[in-house]
Each structure stands twice: as structure tokens, then as C-alpha cells.
């Protein structure tokens, strides 16, 4: 077949708001598909390329078709050539060393930087009114002055190399419109407008653990929330399980201790109170052997039951991230392949579109498959933005569930707070019982005794002191539970929620679908 008509672009064209218009860089080739007679807008497409659209002519210069050289508009040194990659965006190669860069090299002589003055687009003088003035002059008829660099890759900063001028280095940024990290697509900030909050009335976990931090997944930081949750919940259990083991070892040296034969010789009324005495610190073992047991069935157990649910239903949700993430980074791979496949009928369908020797027929054959290659491209986009969505649905209900755990996880804490502080009042309450009728009992039997020996006086005024020590002693304690339990009313689950949210939050950017090829 006839060799195409190409030609290289002289400056930079960013389509003027015009939706027909093709965009390119300085020093990119374009295949021509129209030429009108009136010369101003020609249209085509860039080799490899699917998208046609009209540009201005002033801004190129006709080559004769060729698959590589670009020298036509930027005098290289002599040991350096110009190529395109796949998507048509120059780079340098020196033939000598085949050293390859983005950047111009040095001493290399470069066309004017202003483009022509431009003529109204075929769009445009479509229009009514007539309006073709364009919108690329200044209010004094030239257009702006725009450096010349190669296009960067959407995640490249590129730096050019001063030319033999006193003007500084250029740096032209690309910045990109989305980011995959951890095979998750997220929107740039730059790119997207603030999302809304799922919840916005709240500090709610749906919101803020999107991103991550510390190299450490958002959903991952709430996990571990609450593994640090049951692994409290088991020390608390050992806490509570020390302290019953307290109260039983106390019982039973109160027990020990009323069967003891002191004091067994002593007679009369005396010998009755004694005797009382010793039965009240029994009857005190008993109660404070009740009070141990049931810290270990009402306040251990429970703590212990709750870590070891705690440790299936994270784990359950654990293994179905895992799951999802494994599915993600599998689709990724398939998208990975497909891009890998369309760059190589790309170059195909260049070289089919610039060289002599291709018939029409093998250019139309490289056509399709680059389509078709663009399609399977596209499908695995689809697959994988339907298993992002799901992973996406399920991860809103998992930060959900794992806000409500955690809810309830403070709640549980705080009903066994408020159990231990019942059980230690209603010990203390029948402990003190048991003192007063031991004295009521010792005063009604020294009533009676007209015995006034100075020795059972003074017996009978040790038993006063030891009843007010004991009453004393419960007066103390009742003083620090009313503490424990003005604290433990204190206590606020959406309180701590939202100060566990703010103090851990990673992002609530949350993830978009991954774009399709164009």
C-alpha cells in the first residue's frame, strides 16, 4: 500500500476546550486522515492510537513516513535519535552508548517556542453567531510563551536539562488522577471533590479507616483494636481471678482461726462473748468465701467467655479480608497481563501503520486486535471494579460490625465493673451484720453479769475495741465503693469511640473504580 502521510508536531496543542480536537506534545507523530483544501485544520490519529480528531496545521510539519527518526523539527546531536513509546510520547536514545532518557539531551537546537496564530476549528465555524476568534492568543494577538518538554508518565517527574541559554531547568508535572495501593484504586485529593460521609453525624468507623497508616491498613488498626481488646478482657479475667483467690485464702484463715482454742478456758458470761466472738469471724469466712466465689462465676467467667467470642468473630472477619484481598490482587494481575498485551499490538498496529511494506489488509488485521485487546483490557477493569465494589460493601459492614464490638465490648466492662462493686457492697453490708449482733448478743450478756473483777473489765473493753475497729473499718470501705461506683457511672462508649477515631483515624478517602482504557 502507499505509505501514510505523517507529521510531527512542532508545538504543544491541548484542544482548546474543542471535544473533535486531538491532543498532543511537542515532537509527537500523528497519522493524517483529512486534509481540506482550506489548509487551516487537518485531522488524524497518533500510530496505535483509536482516538481522530481535528488539529490545527500550522502546528505540524509533514514527514515522510518513517517508524522512528524525529528529527525533522528538533536538531539532535549527532549520536542521539528521537522515539515514541506506545503511547506516543517521545524519548532520546544515544545510538553509541544506548543510554535512554525522557529528556532533551544537551545542545540540542529546538524550534521557536510561540506556535502561529490559529483559525477558527472545523467545530467552530459550525457555530452561529460566527465566533471564531482563538481562545490560544493574548489580548495582544500572540500566543503564550510554553516550554518544551516531553510528556511525563502519570506518575513521573521529569526535569529537563537547561539548553545553551541563562534560562533555568523546566519541570513539567503530570499529576495522577488515581493511585493503586495494595491493589485497592483510590481517587488523587487533587482529582475528586470531598466525598460525603456515610455517617455524618458521627466519628463512625465506615468514615475513617479507608487509607493507610504507618504502613499499616486502616482495617488492620481497627483489628487490632480489638485483639488489644481481648487481650485485656484475659487480663482482667487473671485480674479478677487474683482477687477471688484473695478473698478464698481470707476465708479460710477466718475459718481456721474461729476453731482455735484460744481463749477456750475462760467462764461465765465472759466465756459466752468470746465464744460469740469466734462464731462471728465463721460466719465472716462464709461470706467472704460466697464473695469469692462469685467474682469467679459473675465477673471472671463472663470476661473470659467474651475474649474467647471476641477471638472467633475477629478471626472469622480476618480470613474474609484475606479472601477478598487475594481476589483483588488476582484481577490485578489479570489487568496487569491485558495492559501488557495491548501495548504489544499497539506497536504492532505503529509499525503496520508507518511502514511501506504493510498492505492495508495486515494494518486492518492489527486494528482489530488492538481493539480487541483494548476490549479484554476493559473486561478485566469491569471484573475487577465488581470485586473492589464488594470488597468495598463488605468492608462498610465490617467497620460497623467492629464499631458495635467494640460498643459492647465497653459495655461488658463496664456491667462487671458495676457486678464486682454490687458483690463487694452486699459483702461488706452482711459482714457488718454479723459484727453488730455479735455486739448486741456481748452486750446483753455483760448487762447481766454483776461480776465488776477489774480483769473482766477490762476483757469487756477490748471486745469495744475491737467492734469499733471492725465498724470502722466497714465505714472505710462503703466510703471507697461509693467512689468506685461514681467513676465507674462516668464511664461513656460514644465518648471513647470518638476519642479512639480521632487519635487513629488513617483517611476517609474512600476507593473508585478504576478507569477504563480509552
Same mark, same amino acid.
Given at each position: 500500500?502507499?505509505?501514510?502521510?505523517?507529521?510531527?508536531?512542532?508545538?504543544?496543542?491541548?484542544?482548546?476546550?474543542?471535544?473533535?480536537?486531538?491532543?498532543?506534545?511537542?515532537?509527537?507523530?500523528?497519522?493524517?486522515?483529512?486534509?481540506?483544501?482550506?489548509?487551516?485544520?487537518?485531522?488524524?490519529?497518533?500510530?496505535?492510537?483509536?482516538?481522530?480528531?481535528?488539529?490545527?496545521?500550522?502546528?505540524?510539519?509533514?514527514?515522510?513516513?518513517?517508524?522512528?527518526?524525529?528529527?525533522?523539527?528538533?536538531?539532535?546531536?549527532?549520536?542521539?535519535?528521537?522515539?515514541?513509546?506506545?503511547?506516543?510520547?517521545?524519548?532520546?536514545?544515544?545510538?553509541?552508548?544506548?543510554?535512554?532518557?525522557?529528556?532533551?539531551?544537551?545542545?540540542?537546537?529546538?524550534?521557536?517556542?510561540?506556535?502561529?496564530?490559529?483559525?477558527?476549528?472545523?467545530?467552530?465555524?459550525?457555530?452561529?453567531?460566527?465566533?471564531?476568534?482563538?481562545?490560544?492568543?493574548?489580548?495582544?494577538?500572540?500566543?503564550?510563551?510554553?516550554?518544551?518538554?516531553?510528556?511525563?508518565?502519570?506518575?513521573?517527574?521529569?526535569?529537563?536539562?537547561?539548553?545553551?541559554?541563562?534560562?533555568?531547568?523546566?519541570?513539567?508535572?503530570?499529576?495522577?488522577?488515581?493511585?493503586?495501593?495494595?491493589?485497592?484504586?483510590?481517587?488523587?485529593?487533587?482529582?475528586?471533590?470531598?466525598?460525603?460521609?456515610?455517617?455524618?453525624?458521627?466519628?463512625?468507623?465506615?468514615?475513617?479507616?479507608?487509607?493507610?497508616?504507618?504502613?499499616?491498613?486502616?482495617?488492620?488498626?481497627?483489628?487490632?483494636?480489638?485483639?488489644?481488646?481481648?487481650?485485656?478482657?484475659?487480663?482482667?479475667?487473671?485480674?479478677?481471678?487474683?482477687?477471688?483467690?484473695?478473698?478464698?485464702?481470707?476465708?479460710?484463715?477466718?475459718?481456721?482461726?474461729?476453731?482455735?482454742?484460744?481463749?477456750?478456758?475462760?467462764?461465765?458470761?465472759?466465756?459466752?462473748?468470746?465464744?460469740?466472738?469466734?462464731?462471728?469471724?465463721?460466719?465472716?469466712?462464709?461470706?467472704?468465701?460466697?464473695?469469692?466465689?462469685?467474682?469467679?462465676?459473675?465477673?471472671?467467667?463472663?470476661?473470659?467467655?467474651?475474649?474467647?467470642?471476641?477471638?472467633?468473630?475477629?478471626?472469622?472477619?480476618?480470613?474474609?479480608?484475606?479472601?477478598?484481598?487475594?481476589?483483588?490482587?488476582?484481577?490485578?494481575?489479570?489487568?496487569?497481563?491485558?495492559?501488557?498485551?495491548?501495548?504489544?499490538?499497539?506497536?504492532?498496529?505503529?509499525?503496520?501503520?508507518?511502514?511501506?511494506?504493510?498492505?492495508?489488509?495486515?494494518?486492518?488485521?492489527?486494528?482489530?486486535?488492538?481493539?480487541?485487546?483494548?476490549?479484554?483490557?476493559?473486561?478485566?477493569?469491569?471484573?475487577?471494579?465488581?470485586?473492589?465494589?464488594?470488597?468495598?460493601?463488605?468492608?462498610?459492614?465490617?467497620?460497623?460490625?467492629?464499631?458495635?464490638?467494640?460498643?459492647?465490648?465497653?459495655?461488658?466492662? +463496664? &456491667? %462487671? #465493673?458495676? /457486678? *464486682?462493686? !454490687?458483690?463487694?457492697?452486699?459483702? =461488706?453490708? @452482711?459482714? $457488718?451484720?454479723?459484727?453488730?449482733?455479735?455486739?448486741?448478743?456481748?452486750?446483753?450478756?455483760?448487762?447481766?453479769?454483776?461480776?465488776?473483777?477489774?480483769?473482766?473489765?477490762?476483757? +469487756? &473493753? %477490748? #471486745?469495744? /475495741? *475491737?467492734? !469499733?475497729?471492725?465498724?470502722?473499718? =466497714?465505714? @472505710?470501705? $462503703?466510703?471507697?465503693?461509693?467512689?468506685?461506683?461514681?467513676?465507674?457511672?462516668?464511664?461513656?462508649?460514644?465518648?471513647?469511640?470518638?476519642?479512639?477515631?480521632?487519635?487513629?483515624?488513617?483517611?476517609?478517602?474512600?476507593?473508585?473504580?478504576?478507569?477504563?482504557?480509552?
Amino acid at each position: 500500500m502507499a505509505a501514510q502521510e505523517l507529521c510531527l508536531s512542532l508545538y504543544p496543542y491541548n484542544g482548546d476546550g474543542q471535544e473533535d480536537a486531538l491532543t498532543f506534545e511537542v515532537g509527537e507523530r500523528i497519522v493524517l486522515l483529512e486534509k481540506p483544501d482550506d489548509g487551516g485544520w487537518w485531522k488524524g490519529h497518533k500510530p496505535g492510537g483509536l482516538v481522530k480528531g481535528w488539529f490545527p496545521a500550522s502546528y505540524v510539519k509533514l514527514e515522510t513516513a518513517s517508524p522512528r527518526v524525529g528529527r525533522a523539527t528538533i536538531n539532535l546531536p549527532s549520536d542521539w535519535a528521537m522515539y515514541q513509546s506506545p503511547e506516543g510520547k517521545p524519548y532520546y536514545v544515544n545510538t553509541s552508548t544506548r543510554e535512554t532518557r525522557w529528556e532533551i539531551p544537551v545542545g540540542t537546537q529546538t524550534v521557536p517556542l510561540t506556535p502561529p496564530p490559529l483559525s477558527p476549528s472545523p467545530s467552530q465555524t459550525k457555530q452561529t453567531n460566527g465566533d471564531a476568534v482563538s481562545k490560544v492568543q493574548d489580548k495582544n494577538g500572540s500566543a503564550p510563551t510554553i516550554s518544551v518538554t516531553p510528556p511525563a508518565s502519570p506518575t513521573e517527574v521529569i526535569e529537563v536539562p537547561p539548553e545553551e541559554t541563562n534560562q533555568p531547568p523546566q519541570t513539567n508535572t503530570v499529576k495522577p488522577r488515581q493511585f493503586v495501593i495494595n491493589n485497592i484504586t483510590f481517587p488523587h485529593p487533587d482529582s475528586l471533590k470531598d466525598q460525603s460521609l456515610l455517617k455524618p453525624d458521627e466519628c463512625s468507623y465506615c468514615d475513617y479507616f479507608w487509607a493507610d497508616k504507618n504502613e499499616q491498613s486502616g482495617f488492620n488498626v481497627l483489628t487490632d483494636k480489638h485483639h488489644l481488646g481481648k487481650v485485656l478482657s484475659k487480663e482482667m479475667a487473671e485480674f479478677f481471678k487474683e482477687r477471688a483467690a484473695l478473698e478464698e485464702n481470707y476465708a479460710k484463715s477466718l475459718h481456721k482461726l474461729s476453731q482455735s482454742q484460744l481463749g477456750s478456758r475462760e467462764e461465765g458470761t465472759l466465756s459466752d462473748a468470746w465464744k460469740k466472738i469466734k462464731v462471728s469471724l465463721a460466719e465472716e469466712a462464709e461470706y467472704h468465701q460466697q464473695f469469692a466465689t462469685k467474682i469467679r462465676e459473675e465477673v471472671e467467667k463472663p470476661l473470659l467467655a467474651y475474649k474467647d467470642a471476641l477471638k472467633k468473630e475477629i478471626k472469622k472477619m480476618e480470613q474474609q479480608t484475606m479472601d477478598q484481598r487475594k481476589q483483588l490482587a488476582s484481577k490485578m494481575q489479570v489487568i496487569e497481563k491485558a495492559k501488557f498485551k495491548l501495548e504489544e499490538k499497539r506497536k504492532d498496529l505503529e509499525f503496520k501503520q508507518t511502514s511501506p511494506q504493510a498492505s492495508r489488509a495486515d494494518e486492518e488485521k492489527a486494528k482489530r486486535k488492538t481493539v480487541q485487546a483494548g476490549e479484554e483490557l476493559n473486561k478485566a477493569v469491569d471484573t475487577y471494579n465488581a470485586v473492589q465494589d464488594q470488597w468495598f460493601q463488605d468492608m462498610v459492614t465490617l467497620t460497623l460490625e467492629l464499631e458495635k464490638m467494640e460498643l459492647n465490648r465497653i459495655n461488658m466492662v +463496664k &456491667t %462487671q #465493673y458495676d /457486678k *464486682y462493686h !454490687q458483690l463487694r457492697n452486699n459483702r =461488706d453490708t @452482711s459482714s $457488718q451484720k454479723v459484727s453488730v449482733k455479735t455486739q448486741y448478743d456481748k452486750y446483753h450478756q455483760l448487762r447481766n453479769n454483776r461480776d465488776t473483777s477489774s480483769q473482766k473489765v477490762s476483757v +469487756k &473493753t %477490748q #471486745y469495744d /475495741k *475491737y467492734h !469499733q475497729l471492725r465498724n470502722n473499718r =466497714d465505714t @472505710s470501705s $462503703q466510703k471507697i465503693l461509693q467512689n468506685l461506683h461514681s467513676i465507674i457511672e462516668k464511664v461513656d462508649m460514644s465518648i471513647d469511640k470518638d476519642n479512639f477515631v480521632r487519635s487513629h483515624a488513617t483517611g476517609k478517602l474512600r476507593p473508585v473504580h478504576l478507569a477504563k482504557v480509552r
